[in-house]
């Protein structure tokens, strides 16, 4: 790390568009149905623009998942459909296309004045971009940007930070993790990140619901293309016959990239005919935000989403695994 500093250049330029928000009203924004880097991210840019006299308030289209509600303390949040813009400007977090963050927040601010995020595949919309896609998480570069500038990180924020690099990571087991990951995460802790209460809330309170919709998703498992494809559903209604949410499916898709073997995992969910993609690979040179992208998906080369509308899994299902054939037909 040149003159000890994680982002040395991207820092001073994070720095000058902090500096530039100072007197304003600043509205963090992060996806919809956001997951710990999101809320991570937020959490950690709203209470640093706040230590440096900065107003600010966390925003997004849905409810912060109850896994990661610990995490938020005293961090001013609200939701999109509660929310009246008083003058505020927006700063987004962890999202590659300015439309994941739901359509009223696309209409309540049509400009972004500055966006940070590691996806591969972001749009670059903002009026300052600071992406790196080598970054495991939003939550690392930021944690970088803090670190570098010499930021007060209180231990809610560091807390934040950690939670959102542990998530984004897999608990630090994808290819994305470095050396410089556990470096900024061994400064976390020393700001007051604790490892264990972290995976305790993440990890060990799941719902009895949450663990009859893994039932569901295990029995629907289907091995594609010679086993290296592994494909897991959920029908419309069984979030409903469950008692879960759509929130219980965060992680569910490693179950089915867990399989020896599997290059690819896949999660297609049903809403009432609104279908949520997920796509994991074990190797970056899978590329699955290629795939995403096809369906106006997008994400990282290991870990992509996408989302159909008015469509069923019996309609999607063979024009997705058209698309993975032929994805992987260009690797091997």
């Known amino acids: 790390?040149?003159?000890?500093?994680?982002?040395?250049?991207?820092?001073?330029?994070?720095?000058?568009?902090?500096?530039?928000?100072?007197?304003?009203?600043?509205?963090?924004?992060?996806?919809?149905?956001?997951?710990?880097?999101?809320?991570?991210?937020i959490v950690a840019v709203v209470r640093v623009l706040k230590s440096l006299g900065i107003e600010a308030i966390?925003?997004?289209?849905?409810?912060?998942?109850?896994?990661?509600?610990?995490?938020?303390?005293?961090?001013?949040m609200a939701l999109a459909e509660d929310f009246t813009p008083d003058g505020h400007i927006a700063v987004s977090?962890?999202?590659?296309?300015?439309?994941?963050v739901g359509d009223r927040l696309n209409e309540l601010f049509p400009e972004v004045a500055l966006n940070v995020d590691h996806h591969i595949s972001n749009k670059l919309y903002g009026a300052e971009n600071l992406v790196i896609a080598t970054a495991c998480a939003t939550a690392e570069i930021l944690a970088g940007f803090y670190l570098d500038n010499g930021y007060e990180i209180d231990a809610v924020t560091a807390q934040?930070?950690?939670v959102g690099i542990a998530t984004d990571t897999g608990q630090f087991r994808f290819p994305s993790t470095t050396p410089a990951t556990f470096e900024i995460a061994r400064r976390l802790?020393?700001?007051?990140?604790?490892?264990?209460?972290?995976?305790?809330?993440?990890?060990?309170?799941?719902?009895?619901?949450?663990?009859?919709?893994?039932?569901?998703?295990?029995?629907?498992?289907?091995?594609?293309?010679?086993?290296?494809?592994c494909v897991g559903l959920i029908q419309d209604g069984v979030y409903a016959e469950t008692?879960?949410?759509?929130?219980?499916?965060?992680?569910?898709?490693d179950y089915a990239r867990s399989i020896e073997g599997v290059d690819i995992g896949v999660l297609i969910e049903?809403?009432?005919?609104?279908?949520?993609?997920?796509?994991?690979?074990?190797?970056?040179?899978?590329?699955?935000?290629?795939?995403?992208k096809q369906f106006s998906g997008g994400g990282h080369a290991c870990a992509a989403g996408l989302n159909v509308a008015d469509s069923s899994i019996q309609e999607f299902y063979p024009q997705?695994?058209?698309?993975?054939?032929?994805?992987?037909?260009?690797?091997?």
């Open 243 to 253: 008692g879960s949410t759509i929130d219980d499916s965060e992680g569910l898709v």
């Open 189 to 229: 802790c020393e700001c007051g990140a604790n490892p264990s209460a972290a995976a305790h809330e993440l990890y060990e309170r799941e719902s009895f619901a949450k663990i009859k919709l893994l039932q569901h998703f295990l029995d629907s498992l289907t091995m594609e293309f010679d086993n290296r494809v």
């Open 93 to 100: 977090v962890d999202c590659a296309d300015f439309k994941r």
């Open 320 to 332: 997705l695994m058209a698309a993975i054939g032929a994805h992987l037909d260009t690797i091997d």
């Open 270 to 292: 049903d809403c009432a005919g609104a279908l949520k993609g997920s796509l994991r690979a074990k190797d970056p040179k899978y590329r699955v935000d290629q795939i995403a």
């Open 1 to 41: 790390m040149p003159d000890n500093k994680f982002y040395p250049e991207d820092s001073a330029r994070f720095a000058a568009a902090i500096e530039s928000l100072k007197g304003q009203k600043v509205a963090v924004l992060g996806h919809q149905r956001p997951d710990g880097d999101c809320i991570g991210s």
């Open 58 to 76: 966390g925003l997004n289209r849905d409810a912060t998942p109850n896994t990661l509600e610990a995490f938020v303390g005293d961090t001013p």
């Open 160 to 162: 934040a930070l950690y």
